[in-house]
């Protein structure tokens, strides 16, 4: 079971993600545990005040490190020695979150989550409490809970038994290192628009080809970064020049080059 915690300003923000859909599953298949911590009840002030101007003046407010502090020390934990914890503090600053670093999540026993707010918190937050600090984008929001929300939600379809079919996760797009290769369902034709014949055939060799052909070669059209990572055949080095002189005659899905 993955167990995670989330401290929060705004806990009801969570309450849609974690009560619909994937992760009402795994939660209700014991997959995980969710607990919601909102960390203003550990101000000891009157005002429950989390926030304070910075030292040496400056724009905006921190999260003060005190509440952060007995609100993390409040946290249940296994005795067992070996259980796997992880602190995340979302963060424009922290690492880019890939699928890579959601499935080294999912393999944890714990994950805690610090939703930020204001221009940031107390330095000795980052120090002494967070081992992970992770970004969604290059962008800013107004806090970490919606960032929070889509790791978890990255996160959590990665765990045993969550997913209905067993392979859908190992097939996504980014799990194999490449984007996942055109997809249709029924009718197999619509619109004057027809479902590419090999598809149909029922050889499943010539499938699986067809499907990776076209899953590096949406890769190297939309995100030529990332072949860079991808140990390439012989055979599909030969697709990928033939792409490169202009010649898109083995490919059945041309894609638009303004993606």
Not at 25 to 48: M, P, S
Not at 171 to 198: H, I, K, N, W
Not at 203 to 214: D, F, G, M, Q, S
Not at 239 to 244: F, H, I, R, T
């Amino acid at each position: 079971m993955l167990d995670v915690t989330v401290l929060t300003l705004f806990p009801n923000m969570f309450e849609g993600v974690f009560g619909e859909s994937i992760f009402k599953r795994a939660v209700e298949n014991g997959a995980a545990r969710v607990n919601l911590v909102n960390f203003r009840e550990f101000a000891t002030d009157r005002h429950k005040t989390v926030d304070d101007a910075p030292f040496g003046g400056g724009a905006g407010m921190l999260l003060k490190a005190p509440p952060l502090f007995d609100a993390m020390a409040a946290i249940p934990r296994e005795t067992d020695p070996l259980s796997r914890e992880r602190v995340v503090l979302l963060t424009p600053q922290g690492r880019r979150f890939t699928q890579q670093v959601a499935e080294d999540f999912s393999r944890q026993s714990r994950l805690v989550f610090i939703c930020g707010h204001y221009e940031g918190v107390d330095e000795r937050v980052r120090q002494e409490l967070v081992t992970d600090e992770i970004s969604i984008g290059d962008f800013v929001l107004t806090g970490g809970e919606i960032a929070a929300m889509a790791v978890l939600d990255a996160v959590v379809r990665l765990l045993p038994g969550v997913l209905g079919n067993e392979q859908s996760a190992p097939d996504d797009s980014f799990s194999s290192g490449l984007l996942e290769y055109p997809q249709y369902t029924r009718p197999a034709e619509y619109r004057g628009l027809s479902v590419p014949p090999v598809l149909l055939s029922g050889n499943h060799a010539l499938i699986e080809e067809w499907r990776r052909k076209h899953a590096l070669y949406r890769t190297w059209v939309r995100r030529p970064d990332m072949l860079e990572h991808v140990a390439l055949s012989v055979r599909e080095q030969v697709w990928v020049a033939a792409w490169e002189q202009g010649d898109f005659s083995g490919i059945d899905v041309v894609e638009r080059r303004d993606i």
